[in-house]
């Protein structure tokens, strides 16, 4: 789901959930591995432009990612959600190029709905 506000676009948090419904779920430190929970991040950041696009009909009308707010579902002692989290800052750079570029805070918790590895949500700022 997202919500709007003048130039601000707020997708709400979006599960490690491939296209086909394939769900990458654990738990980072205690099954998963890093990279593991980059891939999951990856399908996290999809998520993101595919809402994005569907509010704005074209990712083109996005100025700046401003804000990702990662949740990685961590073993007691992990402590990689940077990297983890990676793994969705790279795709929106790969996509977007330089409005891709945003700040980000990666957070270790005990679960996430679905039994999810990782969930990202966004603050987009977009053109008029």
Do not use: Y
Not at 24 to 35: C, E, F, Q, R, W
Not at 96 to 114: K, N
């Amino acid at each position: 789901a997202h919500a709007r506000t003048g130039n601000l676009l707020f997708i709400s948090g979006q599960l490690s959930r491939a296209a086909d419904g394939q769900t990458t779920t654990g738990v980072l430190g205690a099954g998963l591995g890093v990279a593991e929970g980059r891939a999951a991040a990856r399908l996290c950041a999809l998520n993101i432009l595919a809402q994005a696009k569907a509010a704005l009909g074209d990712l083109d009308r996005i100025v700046q990612v401003m804000r990702l707010t990662g949740f990685v579902a961590s073993a007691p002692g992990f402590v990689e959600q940077p990297q983890v989290l990676n793994g969705a800052s790279d795709l929106m750079a790969e996509v977007l190029g330089e409005r891709g570029m945003h700040t980000r805070a990666a957070v270790g918790v005990a679960s996430l709905p679905a039994g999810c590895a990782v969930e990202v949500d966004a603050i987009i700022a977009v053109a008029a």
